[in-house]
């Protein structure tokens, strides 16, 4: 996930490593956590979008505050980390979360 962003992020500014290693994170860990409840049965699609929804705002926002980095940039810095994970996450759950 953080290679694909990075190939994204860095060719903005050089300084976003630190911040996209945090952030990244914790998506990969809000992916964890919903694989868990979803094996548990105690999380359902909708609440699972929501989850990933709210992390990803999150994580556009911290993304932002690095100097040159807009909405556009995060946002396609983010995708291209879900798209790097995309066909593990989503056969890993027993609906599409990514």
Not at 6 to 26: H, W
Not at 30 to 52: C, F, S, Y
Not at 71 to 90: Q, S
């Amino acid at each position: 996930m953080l290679s694909a962003a990075l190939a994204v992020l860095e060719k903005k500014t050089p300084v976003i490593r630190a911040y996209a290693e945090g952030e990244f994170k914790k998506i990969a860990q809000a992916i964890v956590t919903i694989e868990a409840l979803a094996a548990a049965g105690r999380i359902t699609p909708e609440e699972a979008a929501l989850h990933m929804q709210i992390q990803r705002g999150a994580s556009r926002t911290v993304l932002m505050t690095a100097k040159g980095l807009g909405v556009l940039d995060a946002e396609a810095a983010i995708n291209a980390a879900l798209d790097a994970v995309r066909t593990a996450v989503n056969a890993a759950l027993p609906f599409k979360l990514v």
